[in-house]
């Protein structure tokens, strides 16, 4: 990635493997947006261990963390184009919006979680046209 990316340009990564039987989640996080692990719908931390955007150092390596995923858990990644999403008086959508929204306690699919947050966002834009894909990926531990 650091040979490949220019200087204007910047390329996070957020990488985790779900390990189904130990319910572990081993991840690390380079630049990306931090995602969010809640229970029973509430916010319980930030995943950020890792380090810079891929393309910033070319020797520079990753910190890992393994975290225990209790029944309920919740991860919650998105893509930074709904933090930076703008409404019409150039305002982003912002970090603080993003978690208020994402930690609304309910009871709903996984499906109809990721339709809540998006229509949030887009609600907030409204008209104004984005500049950045919106993506959000869930994982709950049943």
Do not use: W
């Not at 931090?34 to 261990?49: A, D, H, Q, S």
């Not at 929204?101 to 990721?114: A, K, S």
Request: aromatic share 6%.
């Amino acid at each position: 990635m650091y040979q490949s990316t220019s200087s204007e340009n910047v390329a996070t990564l957020f990488y985790a493997i779900r390990d189904a039987r130990r319910h572990t989640l081993l991840f690390s996080n380079a630049g990306h947006d931090n995602p969010f692990v809640l229970y029973n719908g509430i916010e319980t931390r930030r995943l950020n261990t890792g380090g810079i955007p891929l393309e910033m150092h070319e020797d520079f390596v990753c910190e890992e963390e393994t975290i225990s995923l209790e029944p309920g858990n919740l991860i919650v990644m998105c893509s930074d184009g709904i933090a930076e999403a703008m409404n019409t008086d150039q305002e982003p959508f912002g970090e603080q919006r993003l978690a208020a929204v994402v930690v609304q306690p309910d009871r709903l699919t996984p499906q109809e979680v990721i339709g809540k947050r998006l229509e949030a966002a887009k609600e907030f834009t409204g008209s104004t046209l984005q500049s950045n894909d919106m993506t959000i990926v869930m994982i709950r531990r049943k």
